[in-house]
């Protein structure tokens, strides 16, 4: 690749996020599954189509539902998928790869549109442009990505200190626990990634005991169970983000 690795991207809430593009190697092997399984697809309805004698029955209308079954599902594949998935086609789930907006919010119908309609464009015009232009472009966008303020990033990105520390704007914000201003920096990167390994997976246990050691920290009864395990961490989170932030205004 001769563009950058990553995609930095500040948020409109001052949160800075690292995404590592999409390598070209993984965007060619999800366009490629996806193409197998669009020939797959198509492969199949036609086998069918001839199997169920509907090919001998000449006429228009046989005419309108093979297009109907076979063109209209292969022509807007890519525009469904990513829509329905995340934005993420089967062959872009499989490489972990998926679409994301450059300005760090959600890509929206019109982001996915935008995308899908100049895809059509280029395939008419060149169908190696897209490539060209991954390429060519810093971020590795193709023509589409860069109409629609798009980029194809790996699913998982890189998580640093800086995404846990925001910059509040709200100032009605009220902090509840003051003490976790003696939390240091890995204490609260401990306790992103136990919120992070629970939500994932479901690690009860892990959270529960975080919870109890975050109580003792706070000088709380490590049995008091009154504000729920997750509840209370994300809520020192938060006020841990709330003063740091604060001391750097």
Not at 146 to 151: N, P, R, V
Request: proline letters at 3%; charged letters at 20%.
């Amino acid at each position: 690749m001769n563009y950058s690795d990553r995609i930095q991207i500040e948020t409109t809430q001052n949160v800075k996020l690292e995404y590592e593009v999409a390598s070209s190697g993984d965007r060619i092997l999800a366009w490629l599954i996806d193409t197998l399984l669009n020939i797959g697809y198509i492969t199949i309805m036609l086998v069918i189509y001839d199997m169920t004698g509907l090919a001998r029955k000449a006429g228009e209308t046989m005419g309108v539902v093979l297009v109907l079954i076979v063109i209209l599902p292969w022509l807007f594949y890519h525009l469904l998928s990513e829509l329905l998935m995340g934005g993420q086609s089967f062959g872009k789930r499989f490489r972990n790869i998926k679409v994301i907006r450059t300005d760090g919010t959600s890509p929206t119908i019109g982001n996915y549109l935008i995308r899908w309609s100049l895809r059509l464009l280029e395939n008419m015009l060149f169908p190696g442009v897209a490539f060209v232009a991954i390429l060519a472009s810093e971020k590795g966008q193709r023509l589409g990505d860069l109409a629609a303020g798009t980029a194809v990033a790996k699913v998982s990105r890189r998580t640093y200190l800086s995404d846990t520390i925001l910059n509040f704007t709200h100032t009605d914000y009220q902090p509840t626990y003051p003490a976790v201003q003696n939390f240091s920096n890995k204490d609260i990167e401990i306790i992103k990634y136990v919120l992070k390994l629970h939500r994932e997976s479901n690690k009860f246990l892990i959270l529960r005991e975080c919870a109890t050691k975050v109580r003792t920290l706070l000088g709380m009864d490590p049995l008091d169970v009154s504000v729920p395990n997750e509840t209370l961490l994300q809520r020192v989170v938060d006020d841990y983000t709330y003063y740091k932030s604060r001391e750097e205004v």
